[in-house]
């Protein structure tokens, strides 16, 4: 059976490793940008340490700085283009929250390892975020892997802030760009 003999109302199921549930402790309350971009940063690590995917991590806060999801960058193992990190935080977060909007109820915050791609930085508008915390530049993801980020708005930052959400970017910027470092070596390229 080929695969464009399948249906076309396949379920779609796209899922998180198994580790990370025991990385996160959901009890915990997060202060500060640097201790949500550094998990997150961790996370992309676990995931290029473990092989279970690229070199991306990310999750969305509450306003109480307590963890709603996470995710890592599934694309690969997944056969999924949009398994990015932030994605799969949003996808998981809505369906725990049970809704498509975060923001409809409190304020919320992405915090990722690395500047959204130009897919990521388009859901972010439709996710209901009111805070952006970001590790590594776009520059450092090109400049350290064959990753394309995509096309980004000259003023990327502007429109966000035009739309609600602030942005605060180079945090922990060195060891967010270690983890692409790491990736290079484990996989002998960068893509």
Not at 144 to 171: K, Q
Request: aromatic residues 8%.
């Amino acid at each position: 059976m080929s695969a464009l003999s399948t249906p076309l109302t396949l379920r779609v199921t796209l899922d998180l490793p198994d580790w990370l549930d025991a990385e996160i402790d959901l009890s915990r309350v997060y202060d500060g940008d640097e201790a949500k971009v550094d998990l997150a940063i961790r996370l992309a690590l676990r995931n290029v340490e473990e092989g279970t995917g690229g070199p991306f991590g990310a999750l969305v806060f509450d306003g109480d700085g307590r963890i709603v999801s996470a995710g890592v960058n599934r694309v690969v193992p997944q056969s999924c283009s949009v398994a990015h990190a932030e994605m799969m935080a949003f996808m998981s977060g809505q369906a725990r929250l049970g809704r498509a909007r975060f923001n409809e109820e409190g304020s919320f915050t992405l915090a990722t390892s690395a500047q959204p791609c130009c897919m990521c930085y388009g859901a972010s508008f439709w996710a209901g975020l009111d805070t952006m915390l970001i590790g590594a530049r776009a520059e450092d993801v090109t400049e350290l892997s064959a990753f394309d980020e995509g096309p980004l708005p000259a003023d990327w930052i502007g429109e966000l802030r035009a739309r609600g959400i602030e942005v605060r970017r180079d945090l922990s910027r060195d060891a967010a760009r270690d983890v692409f470092h790491k990736y290079a070596a484990k996989n002998g390229a960068a893509y």
